[in-house]
């Protein structure tokens, strides 16, 4: 059996053990790969998978070891896996680096640098691409997710397609279990920064006279969402609904019982593309607007498959909430479109699927 270190530093919340963690699973269970995945934030992962035991260093769920890490776990590492992940960056420990060479006297180990899903040009240019360590001098082989064929592709599992043909009669079991009202006539969920411009998207919502009802998920944003509400006097037109956390394996449900979906982080996006639910994304805020130039090559492809009528909305509320100048009748000029925006999410959710997973693409690109 092959096996696999798979290393995580939490920066972005809960979206970089969420990659983590589905990426171990699907290849434990896609691979039958030995998988073990070595993070230095465990409560963070316990928070969507409960079964995880926040307290404990090192434990084994769904076959994956979790392994915390820790100045102990750098002092005791023994011999490397044959593939080692590096994602998001994270640099492995010197001890690590120097247990692959001397693996590799006798064995290959391939080492990969997982980055951020984008949608720029850099994803197609550079995955695959070789580099030697500077020390060492073995093969680091770069996997940049992305949204086309020449990319590495997103995560999902292969037997998604069917997984999620939805059960209608679901959805009020789903809703009424997060506390919301399964025959409300639109839903939003809500999971989004505190840098986004949540006053102005709340004073939005209040002014638009069309009923919503919105699923809030823990955190700063949703706080602030709740707070200026109330200071608008709780219209009774908009519903708020405080959710608690969602373990990953039933998300995938709650975004399709839902109208729309407002999220952050790459988990949580990828998971509403690819149930089809019509989306609005903020990304992770960076300096310089960085996270808008990575909007707007997303936006130049997921807009080809949005009726022409539907392009302009969508992209004004992209960058009133990625931007944080959000016009207040942006909101309702979205919702006139909500039928297009269903088609669009169709549409791309065809798109998606008709291309390998990450997990198909990473194997055939390591020859293993």
Known sequence: MRTCDLFCRVIDNFGDAGI????????????????????????????????????????TVD??????????????????ADVVIEAFSCYLPDAYEEA?????????????????????????ESHGLLSPHPRFGYPKTFVFPGFTPKTG?????????????????????????????PSHPFTL?????????????????AADPRPIQVILAPGEA??????????????????????PMVPQKAFDGLLQSVDCA????????MRAQLVGTPLLWTLYPQTEE??????????????????????????????????????????????DRLDEMRLGATSWQRYLFSQSSLTERLVRLLHV
């Not at 407002?262 to 996006?269: N, Q």
């Open 100 to 124: 692959i060479a001397r693996a590799n006297e006798t064995r290959q180990v391939r080492v990969v640098a997982l980055d951020y899903l984008t949608a720029e040009s850099y994803a197609e």
């Open 153 to 181: 592709g997103i995560i999902y599992e292969a037997d998604l397609r069917e997984r999620i043909r939805f059960d209608g009669s679901r959805r009020q079991e789903i809703l009424s279990g997060v506390g919301a009202d």
């Open 189 to 205: 969920f809500f999971f989004t920064y505190p840098t986004t411009p949540v006053e102005t998207l709340v004073r939005s919502l």
């Open 20 to 59: 983590a963690w589905r990426l171990g699973l699907s290849l434990s269970r896609e691979c039958g790969w030995n998988v073990r995945l070595i993070i230095d934030d465990i409560a963070t992962l316990a928070a969507f998978v409960p079964e995880v035991d926040a307290r404990r260093d090192a434990q």
């Open 262 to 269: 407002l999220v952050r982080g790459e988990d949580s996006v």
């Open 63 to 80: 076959s994956i070891g979790i392994v915390r890490w820790n100045d102990a776990f750098e002092r005791t590492i023994g011999e490397a």
């Open 290 to 335: 960085t996270h808008v130039v990575k909007l707007r090559a997303f936006a130049r492809l997921y807009q080809e498959h949005l009726p022409e009528t539907a392009q302009a909305p969508w992209m004004a509320m992209e960058l009133g909430l990625n931007r944080g100048d959000l016009n207040p009748s942006a909101w309702s000029d979205w919702r």
């Open 222 to 243: 949703s706080d602030t969402f709740a707070r200026t509400y109330e200071a608008l006097g709780s219209p009774e037109h908009v519903r708020i609904v405080r959710a």
